[in-house]
T-cell receptor, first 113, second 116 residues
Framework: GESVGLHLPTLSVQEGDNSIINCAYS??????FIWYKQESGKGPQFIID?????DKRQGQRVTVLLNKTVKHLSLQIAATQPGDSAVYFC????????????FGKGTLLTVNP | NAGVTQTPKFQVLKTGQSMTLQCAQD?????MYWYRQDPGMGLRLIYY???????DKGEVPNGYNVSRLNKREFSLRLESAAPSQTSVYFC???????????????FGPGTRLTVL
């Protein structure tokens, strides 16, 4: 889930396991969602996106699930690798005519070899 | 394509000094954004430019000004830096809007600013 204080939620997994990172979004009018990966000292990197008319979208080793009923988004990473270690955060477009994304605070994923 | 580039990568300022952070994108994107990222706070939007010739305030615009110089370049200026502006600054860009939803934003590598 997302953090509310100075410390990020953390998820620690073993190499080869599947990882699930969760995000609760706030605006029921949001119609577009993105997952980003941010490695230490780098800018956020796009991973996968999903629009509100879908509930699942798959990429390479990643799947995003959207549950609009409970305003919940998850990112599943299959066969997690050490290179997947990073902060992951979700972003939502709050709908309407604006261009702005609202970002969650992130989850730190650590992959143990 | 270089994507989104930012200069400088690092900067140390004294309180009251001014500086301009530069951002450029080569993806022919219409919209550009400036964010700051602080520990535990996530990304917060400072200013954005939906298209060339327009700029709008974001969530935390105080103490900053921006210029959309042309379609490629969007600069962020601190007129009188304060310690509270110590942060990592990211520029991002996104393509044309489709279907009424924001398009993916692509980020630069960031500028790490310290104000003493």
């Amino acid at each position: 889930g997302e953090s509310v204080g100075l410390h990020l939620p953390t998820l620690s997994v073993q190499e080869g396991d599947n990882s699930i990172i969760n995000c609760a979004y706030s605006n029921s009018a949001s119609d577009y969602f993105i997952w980003y990966k941010q490695e230490s000292g780098k800018g956020p990197q796009f991973i996968i996106d999903i629009r509100s008319n879908m509930d699942k979208r798959q990429g390479q080793r990643v799947t995003v699930l959207l549950n609009k009923t409970v305003k919940h988004l998850s990112l599943q990473i299959a066969a997690t690798q050490p290179g997947d270690s990073a902060v992951y955060f979700c972003a939502e477009n709050s709908g309407g005519s604006n261009y702005k994304l609202t970002f969650g605070k992130g989850t730190l994923l650590t992959v143990n070899p | 394509n270089a994507g989104v580039t930012q200069t400088p990568k690092f900067q140390v300022l004294k309180t009251g000094q001014s500086m301009t952070l530069q951002c450029a994108q080569d993806m022919n994107h219409n919209s550009m954004y400036w964010y700051r990222q602080d520990p535990g706070m996530g990304l917060r939007l400072i200013y954005y430019s939906a298209s060339e010739g327009t700029t709008d305030k974001g969530e935390v615009p105080n103490g900053y000004n921006v210029s959309r110089l042309n379609k490629r370049e969007f600069s962020l200026r601190l007129e009188s830096a304060a310690p509270s502006q110590t942060s990592v600054y990211f520029c991002a860009s996104s393509g044309p809007r489709t279907s009424g939803a924001a398009d993916t934003q692509y980020f630069g590598p960031g500028t790490r600013l310290t104000v003493l």
